[in-house]
């Protein structure tokens, strides 16, 4: 007890900030890897910062009406799953000019060789792709996105962690030139949240078109879930659930009862996997269903929901331009 007292004092003291992109429909993936655990922190710390970074998907999305509804769709999608934008500060990058701004700060005082270490240059470089000057300066735009708002915690993948240590490193070096000014911020990896599977078995993502989108329909999840391998083996032969990409993908959306229900399914032999499929169609479409009713309700005022991501623009930009002006004063740029 009282380590858990001892901890949420702790979480009481924190900013948490973290966001999303807006390149495309939202998985099953990026809810349970990322956003449910959003929905639970926002009402545990301090303050929380949830934002779209729009700036970062002018890398992949270069067409004005196609990023103008991912913006609005990720904005639709996040509120439709519980981002509560009375509780967390709930905007747009590109509504706080200061996030570019801090970003050609940060450039003057980062060197080309920290930058080529970052996983997305390599990765590019890898496989021979042209790298923009947009792509390769990422990690300096993400880190002005987190030290403008003195985030301490920041919830991330293991695969974004490097990102979180050179934002540390920036934050450093600025202070050591002119000052005490950033708060060097804390990766949280949240515990027990394992990579989502896909239909193949490969970790959910887009680049492997093996991902469920979150507002599907019912009968897309169905058609979804019958295209995910199992074996041959015959009906009445006894199965470990574990071995099946299928029972891994169902045990995110099922409560004791129905984990139970399932196990028992596969272990006790008898029941085929036509009929197991059919189950765990009816137990992801009953999880999501709630989500996709609120994300149609939405979707009837599109105004109400602009109005609410310029309201956090507001708040956020409030907020950044009182950092910058500290920022400016003290590189010299304050008159």
């Not at 403008?148 to 974004?160: F, H, K, R, S």
């Not at 269903?289 to 623009?313: A, D, S």
């Amino acid at each position: 007890m009282r380590a858990y007292l001892y901890y949420n004092v702790y979480m009481k003291n924190q900013i948490l900030l973290s966001g999303i992109k807006a390149t495309g429909d939202m998985h099953v993936g990026n809810y349970f890897g990322a956003v449910k655990q959003w929905v639970k922190m926002q009402y545990d710390y301090k303050q929380v910062f949830i934002f779209i970074p729009d700036y970062h998907s002018i890398i992949s999305v270069q067409q004005k009406e196609q990023l103008e509804q991912l913006i609005f769709d990720t904005a639709v999608n996040l509120m439709a799953l519980g981002i509560d934008h009375r509780k967390v500060v709930f905007f747009k990058q590109s509504d706080v000019p200061a996030h570019t701004e801090l970003t050609w700060i940060f450039n003057c005082i980062t060197t080309m060789p920290q930058l080529m270490r970052s996983h997305a240059f390599k990765d590019s470089e890898a496989k021979n792709k042209e790298v923009s000057v947009g792509l390769f300066d990422y990690p300096v735009l993400q880190a002005a996105d987190i030290l403008l708002y003195d985030a301490t915690v920041i919830p991330v993948g293991e695969d974004q962690q490097q990102h979180i240590e050179m934002a540390r490193e920036i934050s450093r070096k600025f202070n050591n030139i002119y000052g005490e000014t950033f708060v060097e911020p804390q990766a949280f990896i949240q515990k027990g949240v394992g990579v989502v599977l896909g239909s193949d078995g490969r970790k959910m993502s887009k680049s492997y078109g093996n991902q469920l989108a979150l507002f599907a329909t019912e009968e897309e999840t169905k058609k979804y879930i019958k295209s995910i391998a199992m074996d041959s083996k015959s009906i009445e032969e006894k199965k470990n659930p574990d071995n099946y990409v299928l029972y891994n993908f169902a045990k995110l959306f099922v409560s004791d009862f129905q984990d139970e229900k399932l196990r028992f399914m596969f272990t006790d032999g008898g029941v085929g996997y036509g009929e197991i499929k059919e189950y765990v169609t009816t137990i992801v479409n009953d999880y999501l269903r709630p989500m996709r009713e609120k994300r149609q309700t939405l979707l009837k005022n599109p105004k109400r929901i602009k109005r609410r991501i310029k309201y956090g623009g507001r708040q956020a930009r409030k907020i950044a331009n009182k950092k910058m002006h500290e920022v400016r004063k003290k590189v010299g740029l304050e008159m």
